[in-house]
């Protein structure tokens, strides 16, 4: 009796030991990388994902030529997207070989179409003959939109200056008085250069206060100037920048004040994007 007592109590030890490990595998989660019971293999499809499938966009000739579904501003033959900003009249600026050059005395002109966000692509120069200095040696600009008449707006500096100083958040490449160039890439005055341009526009809410701030990329002549820039509000020459409501917006070209030759543009073209 004593020796069955004995393999009986042996027998019910093991019994107890194997009940237990079963209970902590059964709450041991499986491995990383490995299937638990019941568990399916991985398969590459699970992350796949093929729609929606995005639209067909045909690039142009080369990087600098318009894609299929861009909107084209300029294409060196005439402004009919552009009006005067100071009173909606057609655009007056000067149109010879290809080129489109500031009338200084017709002041600012603007796109007849508003857009929200886009991409942009254009070129400018400095004249080669260029005169002045600082801010005074040929001031431009391209407002991202154009919120109101003269200035009003979110500006991209355009200025020479290669080999001109200036205060470093108004120099060429610059969101004028709030963004600083990343780096001065700037060719000299006689060569064309080059703005890419992507803009998201600020949102508002019904009360007029802001929702989501503006933001902008920028490659000046192939090269990061801004990247992803949050902005402050619109670009004022003087006082803090704000922010005040607007829907879609003309862009606009800045005939400036000072008395330097007036620069030139050509290639304008804009993609919106949704």
Do not use: C
């Not at 499986?30 to 399916?40: K, T």
């Not at 500031?102 to 508003?114: H, P, Y």
């Not at 991209?156 to 008085?177: A, F, H, P, R």
């Amino acid at each position: 009796m004593r020796i069955q007592f004995s393999k009986f109590i042996t027998y019910a030890a093991l019994l107890a030991v194997g009940a237990s490990l079963f209970a902590q595998q059964q709450s041991t989660p499986p491995a990383a990388g490995r299937q638990g019971p019941g568990q399916g293999a991985a398969k590459p499809q699970d992350t796949e994902v093929w729609q929606p499938v995005p639209k067909v966009v045909t690039p142009g000739a080369s990087d600098a030529a318009p894609p299929s579904d861009a909107v084209v501003l300029f294409d060196g033959k005439n402004l009919d997207q552009w009006v005067s900003s100071r009173d909606k009249s057609p655009a007056k600026w000067t149109v010879a070989g290809g080129v489109l050059t500031v009338n200084k005395a017709d002041g600012n002109i603007e796109t007849r179409r508003t857009f929200r966000n886009y991409q942009l692509h254009m070129e400018w120069k400095i004249p080669a003959n260029i005169t002045g200095a600082g801010q005074a040696r040929g001031n431009s600009g391209v407002f991202l939109a154009s919120t109101g008449p003269r200035d009003a707006g979110y500006e991209l500096q355009i200025l020479d200056s290669y080999n001109s100083e200036t205060y470093v958040n108004g120099q060429s490449g610059s969101i004028y008085k709030q963004g600083i160039p990343l780096v001065n890439p700037s060719r000299k005055p006689g060569e064309w250069q080059t703005y890419d341009v992507v803009w998201t526009a600020p949102t508002f809410n019904a009360d007029g206060s802001l929702k989501t701030p503006a933001k902008v990329t920028v490659f000046y002549n192939g090269v990061l100037v801004q990247n992803h820039f949050e902005l402050n509000g619109e670009t004022l020459f003087i006082g803090p920048p704000s922010y005040k409501k607007y829907d879609a917006a003309p862009i606009k070209l800045q005939a400036h004040g000072d008395p330097s030759e007036p620069i030139s543009f050509r290639n304008i073209w804009v993609r919106e994007l949704n």
